[in-house]
């Protein structure tokens, strides 16, 4: 995505994630770009794609979901248990 310090390889990496999705008519929105910066700036800080979902699903319920940059600390992901179900 031209302008968002963003490889072509890392956004195949969020494209395919799902994390980087067009419209309706096939084509990325221009406040797309925003949202691809923050993305690429969390890849490029090493964060795991599992981590930059955990932050895009969970941000919203925080006390401040536009604080920037996140505290990676805080949105590790959750391991799924292994425990029986009753």
């Not at 963003?6 to 008519?25: C, S």
């Not at 940059?69 to 009753?86: G, H, I, L, N």
């Given at each position: 995505?031209?302008?968002?310090?963003?490889?072509?390889?890392?956004?195949?990496?969020?494209?395919?994630?799902?994390?980087?999705?067009?419209?309706?008519?096939?084509?990325?929105?221009?406040?797309?770009?925003?949202?691809?910066?923050?993305?690429?700036?969390?890849?490029?800080?090493?964060?795991?794609?599992?981590?930059?979902?955990?932050?895009?699903n969970g941000r919203w319920h925080t006390a401040n979901p536009r604080a920037?940059?996140?505290?990676?600390?805080?949105?590790?992901?959750?391991?799924?248990?292994?425990?029986?179900?009753?």
């Amino acid at each position: 995505m031209q302008g968002a310090d963003l490889t072509a390889g890392q956004f195949l990496i969020l494209e395919d994630a799902g994390l980087l999705r067009p419209d309706h008519v096939d084509q990325y929105r221009f406040k797309l770009l925003a949202w691809a910066r923050k993305l690429a700036y969390l890849l490029n800080e090493g964060w795991t794609i599992a981590e930059i979902r955990a932050w895009a699903n969970g941000r919203w319920h925080t006390a401040n979901p536009r604080a920037w940059p996140p505290q990676r600390s805080q949105w590790q992901p959750q391991e799924v248990a292994d425990t029986p179900r009753a």
